[in-house]
């Protein structure tokens, strides 16, 4: 991935310091810079414009955009806004430095080093707290923010608290924040490593100016409040979404079970919380295992404690109410503590010994579906018969029944197909959304119908639109190759299937589809067999040789850019937010400047599909554009057009993850 990085500057009443570390920012780094001016008195960009510095006058036009809030809003608004800008200018991360020269820019070179070798993670500048000039304050601050971070998330940060960073926007994009002041870098730094964020931490120097000149809007009672206030929130988020290991599930469960059955009816939530806060364990889970002792069990649970008490102390069961004095009370209660004990932890011991026997999943870790087949062996082996013997048309009634089988229990899909639609249709609502991921499914299963049926009758048992056809032969006048790509949208089994349509002249090309056997989240519908087909894997050795001769011989290579099948990857704004896209068919258009086309198949109706490809792209490397910054518009042109298409036929979108924030390694 080429990362495409956007310094940040939020600056509030620094008159004194922001030209200068405007200045040191363009003499230390080439990236463009935003600056946030959070309702300064005097305007920044007045400043700026009354320098004499050169460097900066030829910067304030071409690198330097200023953003102004007419009254203040507080350092975590300025930089939510930023984020928003960043994306909107199709930027991969956002280093933030403060404008009151604390921060130096010479230290830049080492945080973009750091995203070029992992843009991945959250990059703090860890403040090196030297000279006699560093506040008390700020060293027992960090310490502080660092212990509760710590407890919170179990990851140690060594300085938490720093302004200077880089944020990677794939990941904060899908976040919404609920601070607008300092104690924002606290929450945004909690959520990221709640989202499995890795956090790297680069040393950088800091400067800290004598008290009587030093400048600070950081209230220190106010601020302090919504930190603390800040922690008590995310300290029982924490205790109540985190800590799901399998050792800290099975602590839990076991834990809750214990307390359940202790005589402290009223008080059970107390002491759940309290030993959830001391031990770290996930209160949810504790909470849900001790529902055991719901009313109708509490007798059941009271006469075994009783049962063990008394034969663990030997002394008797039944005691006549005549003969109940006050020692005998004590007796009667304490043999009750030392039974319920027991029995607490004998229910808490088979919990665990459940555990280690079968073993408890987290279920954070199950994958997204994918579109594999599902249904079992007989349902798959029916649908196939019905299709054959008595055509789509008929197979498709069953899918009235099957379709929303899946809706219900493909949450994973369900739950991506969501996301989808709400990124497409933001004012959509709920129960709107709920019928187009249904339709979704409907689709889905037709044009799996639809490939079943190809592979016995044919491709021209379908009418095609063929919209723009003749851009094939065009493309192919250039005399080296095509590459044609697509997407896991609409009919994309069937599409590279109708390039080989024998009837049309124009279109009679060798094609050469490259397959990614090796790849990440591959479904099986992804595999594509046909005699008439030949197949290149991209994970055999001679892969590069194969496409290469393809190429060489004026044949076309058919890729699918939409997942993330190869190492080759970059961050496309997509439907308004960045989502991951394979880079490889597009590097190898401008490294040998053969065209591209882009195709895509749409189901129409029960008979027609509506198939587009584009005109031939050819991306000419100058000395203006790199060979990064041409693969970066070629794909935009890609992802341009599948965002119009998709408008037009959106329940046939077949992408079954979060695609906005799925890295597509794991959890896909």
């Not at 029960?606 to 587009?612: A, I």
Request: hydrophobic share 40%.
């Amino acid at each position: 991935m080429t990362p495409r990085p956007l310094i940040c500057i939020p600056t509030y009443n620094n008159s004194e310091t922001i030209e200068q570390v405007v200045i040191e920012c363009l003499k230390e780094s080439l990236l463009p810079i935003l600056i946030l001016d959070d309702g300064s008195q005097n305007l920044v960009e007045e400043i700026l414009e009354g320098s004499n510095h050169p460097d900066l006058k030829a910067s304030l036009k071409k690198r330097i955009k200023i953003h102004r809030f007419e009254q203040n809003q507080g350092k975590g608004a300025a930089i939510q806004k930023a984020f928003k800008l960043a994306l909107e200018a199709a930027h991969t991360h956002l280093i933030t430095i403060d404008g009151d020269g604390q921060h130096k820019a010479y230290d830049l070179k080492n945080i973009e080093a750091a995203i070029e070798k992992d843009p991945w993670s959250l990059i703090i500048g860890k403040r090196k707290f030297i000279g006699e000039h560093v506040p008390s304050s700020s060293k027992f601050g960090r310490k502080f923010s660092n212990f509760w971070v710590k407890y919170q998330t179990s990851t140690n940060i060594e300085d938490s608290q720093s302004g200077f960073r880089s944020y990677p926007l794939f990941f904060v994009q899908n976040f919404n924040f609920f601070t607008k002041k300092y104690d924002f870098e606290i929450e945004v730094l909690i959520r990221l490593l709640w989202k499995k964020v890795f956090v790297q931490e680069i040393e950088v120097d800091v400067y800290y100016p004598p008290p009587e000149i030093r400048v600070s809007h950081f209230d220190k009672l106010w601020d302090n409040v919504k930190i603390s206030l800040l922690n008590t929130v995310l300290v029982i988020v924490s205790l109540l979404k985190e800590n799901t290991t399998g050792l800290k599930t099975t602590l839990s469960l076991a834990t809750g079970v214990f307390f359940a059955v202790q005589p402290i009816y009223g008080l059970q939530v107390f002491f759940l919380g309290l030993a959830a806060f001391i031990f770290k364990l996930n209160f949810s889970l504790m909470f849900l295992a001790s529902q055991i002792s719901i009313p109708p069990l509490i007798p059941l649970w009271t006469y075994l404690s009783l049962k063990i008490g008394f034969f663990l102390t030997g002394k008797p069961f039944f005691i006549p109410l005549e003969d109940i004095t006050l020692e005998l009370a004590k007796t009667f209660l304490s043999t009750w503590v030392i039974g319920s004990l027991v029995l607490g932890l004998l229910l808490g011991g088979a919990v665990i010994l459940t555990s280690l026997i079968k073993g408890i999943k987290n279920t954070s870790k199950n994958k997204a579906w994918t579109g594999k087949d599902r249904g079992g062996r007989f349902g798959n082996a029916f649908m196939r018969k019905a299709t054959l013997l008595f055509g789509p048309k008929f197979a498709y009634l069953f899918l009235y029944f099957i379709a929303p089988y899946f809706y219900l229990f493909a949450i994973k899909g369900n739950y991506a197909q969501n996301i989808f639609f709400k990124q497409l249709y933001p004012k959509t609502g709920l129960l709107k959304r709920q019928f187009l991921v249904l339709k979704t499914f409907l689709s889905f299963g037709k044009i799996l119908i639809d490939n079943i049926y190809t592979q016995s009758n044919g491709v021209h048992s379908f009418k095609f639109l063929k919209n723009g056809n003749e851009n094939l032969k065009k493309a192919l006048g250039s005399g080296n190759g095509l590459i044609l790509v697509g997407a896991h949208i609409g009919g994309w089994m069937l599409a590279s299937k109708i390039f080989q349509d024998e009837s049309d002249a124009q279109t009679e090309v060798r094609i050469n589809i490259v397959q990614y056997n090796a790849g990440v989240g591959q479904s099986s519908s992804d595999k594509i067999k046909d005699d008439e087909l030949n197949y290149i894997n991209s994970s055999d050795q001679d892969s590069i040789f194969k496409i290469n001769g393809a190429l060489k011989k004026n044949e076309a290579l058919v890729f699918m850019a939409d997942r993330r099948m190869s190492k080759n990857i970059e961050l496309i704004p997509f439907l308004g937010k960045l989502a991951i896209f394979d880079s490889s068919p597009f590097r190898i258009a401008v490294i040998k400047k053969a065209p591209i086309c882009l195709s895509l198949a749409f189901k129409k109706d029960s008979e027609t599909y509506d198939f587009y490809i584009s005109p031939p792209i050819i991306q000419e490397i100058n000395e203006s554009l790199s060979k990064d910054q041409a693969t970066f518009k070629l794909m935009q042109e890609y992802v341009g057009f599948m965002e119009e298409r998709l408008k037009k036929y959106p329940h046939q979108w077949f992408n079954f993850f979060p695609y906005w924030s799925s890295t597509q390694l794991s959890d896909s």
